[in-house]
């Protein structure tokens, strides 16, 4: 049975409004996918250049075609694997998607949201919600409906509440079109988890010139306070220097004297738990007052990817 407050969310979308809702991994700035001066609203409410493609999300694999004009052996075992959840695929667009969801290219990115929120608003839409984070460009993608407000409260026309985020990193993004699937964006459905199940090894992107995806911007995820990477052991030597208030975000285990001007903010050393904390904790260290936020490095392996994609982006590749 549908909610009233699911009904009001649907009428907007079928108006043309920006409804955000929740999904298990950030919040989105929802839109009618077949609507485009809806999804012109998405791009100026985002402040989001046109060369940025946008994700459609749909209610069910049986949708697929509706978007998409091949769909590839790869991708039916991938979307039967992995769906609902943080999965995205990128396949043959169809002729009528709107240039303003591919930004010209002739691929579109779909995935199915696994959070009940975003799927009661799918199955009662009765079609393609085309759904950024609900956050301003290069911005931290919000994992709380409280988050949003504070992104883009006033520009768009309901936030759906669905608690925090359980995932709390953007999905991962993966290139079905080529004869060997790429993943654009790592996202903590992995590598080694998308290859076992298709009995091949799936690439990693290189750093291309076209933005074939969200979040390929080379500054993305970002705290307005300056932040940067710092090692494990580059931290006693820059506090021997430091005057400055500053935050440390650290995973490992490591001597947290206390300092003025220093704040600690200790996060798990389990990637699962670190992604799901991330963006909050930098939120929270943002409305501080800090000259600036430090982040431990995290590990060179490969559970950690998405993380570390995530804030080299969010500081810019800054040490």
Not at 140 to 153: H, R, W, Y
Not at 270 to 284: C, F, G, T, V, W
Request: glycine share 6%.
């Amino acid at each position: 049975m549908t909610t009233p407050i699911i009904t009001k969310a649907t009428n907007i979308l079928r108006e043309g409004g920006l409804v955000a809702f929740p999904t298990e991994t950030v919040y989105g700035l929802g839109a009618d996918a077949a609507n485009p001066d809806a999804l012109q609203r998405i791009f100026a409410a985002k402040e989001r250049p046109y060369n940025h493609p946008l994700i459609v999300h749909i209610s069910a694999i049986k949708n697929l075609n509706d978007w998409a004009r091949e769909v590839p052996e790869t991708a039916i075992k991938l979307a039967h694997a992995f769906w609902p959840g943080p999965l995205t695929l990128i396949l043959k667009k169809q002729p009528h998607v709107s240039d303003l969801i591919t930004s010209g290219q002739d691929t579109i990115g779909l995935r199915i949201p696994k959070h009940p929120v975003a799927l009661q608003l799918l199955q009662a839409f009765a079609g393609g919600i085309a759904a950024p984070s609900a956050n301003r460009f290069t911005h931290i993608s919000p994992t709380t409906a409280m988050a949003v407000q504070e992104e883009l409260g006033g520009k768009i026309d309901l936030i759906l509440e669905g608690g925090l985020c359980e995932v709390g990193l953007e999905s991962t993004i993966i290139d079905v079109t080529r004869e060997t699937p790429v993943i654009l964006r790592p996202g903590m459905i992995s590598a080694q988890a998308i290859s076992a199940l298709l009995g091949m090894q799936v690439a990693l992107a290189a750093s291309e010139a076209e933005i074939r995806a969200p979040g390929m911007h080379h500054l993305h995820y970002a705290p307005n306070t300056a932040a940067a990477l710092i090692a494990k052991d580059e931290v006693s030597s820059f506090l021997q220097i430091n005057k400055d208030p500053v935050a440390i975000v650290i995973y490992s285990e490591m001597n947290m004297p206390e300092i003025p001007n220093v704040h600690w903010v200790k996060l798990s050393d389990k990637p699962a738990q670190y992604a799901h904390d991330i963006y909050q904790s930098l939120r929270s260290l943002d409305h501080q007052q800090f000259k600036r936020i430090l982040i431990e490095r995290v590990p060179d392996t490969t559970e950690w990817d998405a993380i570390r994609d995530r804030l080299l982006k969010a500081t810019g590749g800054r040490k």
